[in-house]
């Protein structure tokens, strides 16, 4: 027997046994020691305490009136995530005219973030972020001034402090905003609105340069008021859906957009929009509009780049395709788009327009299918429009207008010829009973 092999390999073994248990044992004293300061930080930071400290803190963040009910810190049932749930956040600041001294009540707050990925890289890993059942008044008055003006501007802030850098990584897997509602009243302006429940939920992740994310806002109802100088508007949608599904690379963005809009009421100028022929079209097919397609461009310029956007409305469908440069401080919004109409049905088509648009039908039968391709270009100001160009195709279809055409209705089944040179040839052989014998036919 070989004693001296054997002897080097069970010290081996002994040395990695060794190791092991002390490994174990480091792992468990560190273990108890998180465990210990855990529970000593929950202890320290029971929902009174903490509720106290939110509370006087938030003076130095909130300039009006503030009050938190309850704030609660969770950590062993989230844990490797921090949780933070506050109940009832109430806003107040009286400002007259104003249609309540709250300026929010927020029933919920819960954020949830991964402790464990900021303290080893600085990412921010939000797992929750979730404010619910919110009622907002919010209220501008003739001279500009607003009730919702009530955190401290960048301006005021003397102290000298390192710039802010944004984390490498920020994953947003869970934010949500529920029963948003919320009334706005401007004066100087002319305008009130009134949001009915809100929701928006968004899906997504920032990294350096890059944003990749999904967005879904859903919201009952936005009736809205304006009574201008020049213009007014009264509109009560419902219904309304937004899914936005994109990603962004430095100032560069690209994603599909789908929009859909019902509607009860919509008047300009005292038109209304939303007839009985509209209502009616609405019941058959759902959505008064549906915007669905791709849109990409740079957030730095401004410049948006429709691809093949298709407008849906009633089932009369527009397709988009060009350019939109926004409004800056030195341009104002120019565009340059291409459009193409589907077979649109004229006379159905005409019925859904305010009667104002259509009194030059008078005396006209029109029943014809419509096809339309044009181009929107220039410059869009309170004094300027884009010139618009448009190419019309009528086919399948008949068309009378009584006042044109150099004979009476009343004449034709008179006289029904089948052809256009046997119509000539009565009319000619007929002088004395064709009512038009002194017209040229």
């Avoid at 059942?133 to 209220?139: M, T």
Wanted: charged letters at 25%; proline letters at 4%.
């Amino acid at each position: 027997m070989n004693m001296v092999g054997e002897q080097p390999q069970k010290e081996k073994k002994r040395m990695k046994k060794g190791w092991k248990i002390a490994l174990v044992s480091l792992c468990s004293v560190l273990g108890f020691v998180i465990v210990v300061a855990v529970v000593a930080l929950w202890l320290v930071l029971t929902p009174a305490r903490l509720t106290s400290i939110v509370n006087k803190l938030s003076d130095k963040f909130i300039l009006c009136e503030s009050n938190f009910d309850d704030v609660d810190l969770t950590l062993f049932k989230t844990f490797p995530y921090v949780g933070l749930e506050v109940q009832g956040v109430s806003l107040v600041n009286p400002m007259e005219g104003a249609v309540s001294d709250t300026l929010a009540r927020i029933g919920s707050v819960g954020v949830g973030i991964n402790l464990r990925e900021y303290l080893r890289n600085k990412n921010i890993e939000v797992t929750k972020l979730v404010v619910d059942d919110v009622a907002a008044n919010l209220y501008t008055n003739k001279e500009g001034k607003s009730n919702y003006d009530v955190f401290p501007s960048s301006d005021e802030d003397t102290t000298a402090s390192e710039p802010f850098e944004m984390p490498e990584l920020v994953s947003l897997k869970s934010i949500k905003i529920k029963k948003f509602g919320a009334s706005y009243l401007n004066e100087a302006l002319n305008t009130s609105a009134t949001l009915g429940n809100l929701n928006l939920a968004v899906d997504g992740k920032y990294e350096t340069n890059n944003i990749d994310a999904k967005v879904r806002l859903d919201i009952d109802s936005v009736v809205m008021l304006v009574d201008g100088d020049s213009s007014n508007m009264n509109a009560s949608l419902k219904d309304i859906v937004l899914k936005i599904d994109g990603d962004t690379k430095q100032s560069q963005f690209d994603g599909d957009m789908l929009l859909k809009v019902k509607a009860d009421c919509l008047s300009l100028n005292g038109q209304e929009f939303v007839n009985e022929v509209v209502k009616e079209g609405m019941r058959a097919v759902d959505d008064l509009l549906v915007v669905e397609g791709k849109l990409n461009g740079d957030l730095e310029s401004g410049q948006v780049k429709a691809d093949k956007l298709i407008v849906n409305l009633l089932n009369y469908v527009l397709t988009v395709d060009g350019v939109v440069d926004l409004p800056n401080d030195d341009e104002p919004m120019t565009m340059d788009l291409n459009f193409a109409t589907g077979n649109w049905g004229v006379n159905q088509l005409l019925a859904m327009l305010p009667k104002q648009f259509t009194e030059w039908q008078k005396g006209m039968d029109l029943d014809a299918i419509a096809m339309i391709t044009g181009k929107v270009a220039g410059r869009l100001t309170d004094t300027e429009l884009p010139l618009v160009t448009a190419n019309l195709k009528l086919n399948s279809g008949p068309f009378y207008d009584k006042s044109i055409l150099p004979y009476r209705y009343q004449c034709r089944p008179q006289c029904r010829p089948e052809s256009e040179r046997e119509w000539r040839q009565q009319c000619a052989n007929h002088q004395d009973r064709c009512p038009h014998r002194s017209q040229q036919h």
